[in-house]
């Protein structure tokens, strides 16, 4: 009796632990952040003769929809410019570990990068270092809400040391919110 007794007891306790489950994740207010870039947008702008390739006027467009579990966008675009057409993929996110917010990017043109970023008031503000062509590169990228349906954007970049000079400009236009 006593034996059927204990194997009852540990099947309520194995039972118990079970379904005490820890609670689901759910997205934070920095997460919810993101907000502001889902949805469909228009971009248009200029580039400037850099490192990064020839000058010209580019347009393009992107969509941005939530991953499953809303921690993550994660986006689709395509456009044409001075190098040509092109497509890419990218996923933006927040690392509460770095207190960042967090893009990684990848294109049909081969480039992928991935940048920390963060948030005051209405400017975003992305940057990193990397090499290219032996060459210490540091570049910032700075997106400003000027409404909830649009946004202008420039690029800034430094060639080993020198100063900070502006590679793109333009301006997105959302079409559709997701």
Not at 16 to 34: D, S, W
Not at 57 to 77: I, M, P, R, Y
Request: a positive charge.
């Amino acid at each position: 009796m006593r034996m059927i007794a204990s194997i009852a007891a540990g099947l309520v306790l194995a039972s118990a632990g079970m379904t005490a489950q820890p609670p689901k994740p759910t997205p934070g207010p920095e997460h919810k952040r993101l907000a502001f870039f889902a949805g469909q947008w228009k971009m248009e702008g200029e580039s400037k003769e850099s490192p990064m390739g020839p000058a010209g006027k580019f347009t393009g467009t992107e969509t941005c929809d939530w991953f499953a579990g809303g921690f993550q966008l994660v986006c689709h675009s395509k456009g044409t410019g001075p190098k040509g057409p092109i497509t890419g993929m990218s996923v933006m996110g927040y690392d509460p570990a770095t207190k960042s917010y967090t893009y990684y990017a990848a294109s049909s043109l081969g480039d992928n990068f991935f940048v920390h970023g963060q948030v005051q008031g209405k400017i975003w503000t992305w940057s990193d270092e990397a090499m290219m062509e032996g060459k210490k590169i540091k570049f910032t990228a700075t997106i400003t809400e000027e409404s909830p349906t649009s946004s202008s954007f420039k690029f800034e970049m430094s060639v080993d040391g020198g100063p900070m000079t502006v590679v793109e400009t333009g301006k997105s236009t959302k079409t559709k919110t997701s």
